[in-house]
């Protein structure tokens, strides 16, 4: 299968992980539309999504387009833009969210009961409800056409596992005080594996992706502040590409093939061939 000719959509796309899935959609032939919050801001970071944003804008098969996902008119706007460029939407790969870093010091002990309401509400109000915002107009292109894929990135330290006797395990990395980021992607794991019943009829798949630790934006400060934590050395990180594989299988999904389904990335690639951990260390 081939994602040749195929209009994707990555919300996040400057950095990281989001600028691998843009990198490995077009490098397949597909046109990709990349929305990230601005792609003209300043830090060591940001120069980067500059200097990519000016080489997808000489892309004939690339729109970089600045975009809010918690802004409906900007959303609006974006899929405007999107149809008015390709003329459809195959594929969206949900990836943008807001990072536990954004709203707490990474070697800062904060614990669930010294949080505020509003740290709960701010991140809800991007990771899930802002993907929520993006799907909701997205998908109608998919709809209208009956054929599609949505992809949304989560994560899976907010997932349960069956340990036995009707007993579920959560709470997997207890030590890295990622709350509330960990509820909000729990939450928007939950949502995506019932939109993929909801939306199967319509020939439209959906699926969750859960990345492993990856180099990207703020890693380095969020590793030091988690063995501040935990007092153990941090398990080893992979890089951004990692997850491209498997975005590339699930882009051509349908929902006779896969839909409603929980992939953690880097099982899956080394169970179909793309190697494991050895492979995609980044250290």
């Known amino acids: 299968m081939s994602v040749a000719g195929k209009v994707v959509v990555v ?3 400057a950095r990281g992980m989001g600028r691998a899935y843009v990198d490995g959609f077009l490098g397949k032939g597909a046109k990709v539309v990349a929305l990230d919050m601005s792609w003209k801001t300043t830090g060591l970071s940001a120069d980067r999504a500059d200097e990519f944003g000016s080489y997808l804008q000489g892309h004939d098969d690339a729109l970089t387009l600045t975009c809010d996902i ?3 008119e900007q959303i609006q706007e974006a899929l405007a833009e999107t149809l008015k460029r ?3 939407v195959d594929v969206l790969v949900n990836n943008a969210n807001l990072l536990p870093s954004s709203q707490f010091p990474p070697t800062g002990d904060i614990k669930i009961l010294d949080t505020a309401d509003s740290d709960w509400e701010e991140a809800f109000r991007v990771s899930l409800f802002g993907t929520l915002k993006v799907t909701r107009a997205f998908i109608k292109p998919m709809l209208d056409q009956r054929s599609g894929s949505i992809i ?3 994560s899976g330290g907010g997932n349960t596992a069956p340990v036995g006797d009707g007993i579920s395990w959560t709470a997997r ?3 890295s005080r990622e709350m509330p980021y960990q509820s909000a992607k729990a939450a928007v794991t939950a949502l995506f594996c019932y939109l993929a019943d909801e939306v199967k009829d319509q020939n439209v798949a959906v699926n969750v992706i859960n990345p492993t630790g990856a180099v990207t934006t703020g890693w380095e400060e969020k590793v030091r502040g988690r063995q501040v934590l935990s007092g153990e050395r941090p398990r080893p990180a992979a890089r951004p ?7 590339l299988y699930l882009a051509e999904q349908n929902p006779s093939t896969a839909t409603g389904r929980v992939f953690d990335t880097i099982p899956w690639n080394e169970a179909n061939g793309f190697g494991g951990m050895d492979v ?3 250290n």
Do not use: I, K, M, Q
Request: net charge negative; proline share 8%.
């Open 70 to 72: 918690t802004d409906s």
């Open 241 to 247: 590409e990692h997850v491209v594989p498997l975005a």
């Open 11 to 13: 919300t996040g796309g």
């Open 152 to 154: 949304a990135v989560s």
């Open 86 to 88: 390709f003329g459809a």
């Open 173 to 175: 990395r207890p030590y």
């Open 280 to 282: 995609w260390a980044a």
